[in-house]
T-cell receptor, first 115, second 112 residues
Framework: AQTVTQSQPEMSVQEAETVTLSCTYDTSENNYYLFWYKQPPSRQMILVIRQEAYKQQNATENRFSVNFQKAAKSFSLKISDSQLGDTAMYFC????????????FGQGTRLTINP | DGGITQSPKYLFRKEGQNVTLSCEQN?????MYWYRQDPGQGLRLIYYSQIVNDFQKGDIAEGYSVSREKKESFPLTVTSAQKNPTAFYLC???????????FGPGTRLTVT
């Protein structure tokens, strides 16, 4: 079974700073996807970024980028030029390719951006 | 606007009663999912359906039931057999490959 671990329950930074959220996972699969989801106070889950395990290039979406280290089973999220609207819970998630499309989530990191 | 709707936003029930949570999508997605979220935890999969009239148990299916009679709808029933039903419930949908799931706004269920 796959597990996803987020070791930082809470983080806090000043607006415009860069912040990195950590995620590690455990799997014996070779082909999978990794995701970062954002859950703001409205509790709506929003997909931030996705990484295919077979791609060596790290995914980027505007101010959001990942550092994917497949051998280390590490998948961190970097938020550059942080904004007040980035305040949210962030969840790392894993899905293996093929079979049931099950997302396995980490416990989440509560990120607060201070003005 | 395309999207996923869940109703109601807040739901209160007495212990021992069954309750059904609604989930509707107009994204023309084949697959739909139900997740449960408890404080301090990530989401856990309850049930999922990849096609109409078919569904599979997720990791925590005990005490729950679902149906998938229409492509657009995937209601979840929380039965009296579910020992700790108070939680936040999220519905999601995706294309059949499932690699990008879109979530509804959720329903907060409180059972007393």
């Amino acid at each position: 079974a796959q597990t996803v671990t987020q070791s930082q329950p809470e983080m806090s930074v000043q607006e415009a700073e860069t912040v990195t959220l950590s995620c590690t996972y455990d799997t014996s699969e070779n082909n999978y996807y990794l995701f970062w989801y954002k859950q703001p106070p409205s509790r709506q889950m929003i997909l931030v970024i996705r990484q295919e395990a077979y791609k060596q290039q790290n995914a980027t979406e505007n101010r959001f980028s990942v550092n994917f280290q497949k051998a280390a089973k590490s998948f961190s999220l970097k938020i550059s030029d942080s904004q007040l609207g980035d305040t949210a819970m962030y969840f790392c998630a894993f899905m293996k390719v093929g079979g049931a499309q099950k997302l396995v989530f980490g416990q989440g990191t509560r990120l607060t951006i201070n003005p | 606007d395309g999207g996923i709707t869940q109703s109601p936003k807040y739901l209160f029930r007495k212990e021992g009663q069954n309750v059904t949570l609604s989930c509707e999508q107009n994204l023309n997605h084949d697959a739909m999912y139900w997740y449960r979220q408890d404080p301090g935890q990530g989401l856990r999969l309850i049930y999922y359906s990849q096609i109409v009239n078919d569904f599979q148990k997720g990791d925590i299916a005990e005490g729950y039931s679902v149906s998938r009679e229409k492509k657009e709808s995937f209601p979840l029933t929380v039965t009296s057999a579910q020992k700790n039903p108070t939680a936040f419930y999220l519905c999601a949908s995706s294309n059949r490959d499932g690699y990008e799931q879109y979530f509804g706004p959720g329903t907060r269920l409180t059972v007393t």
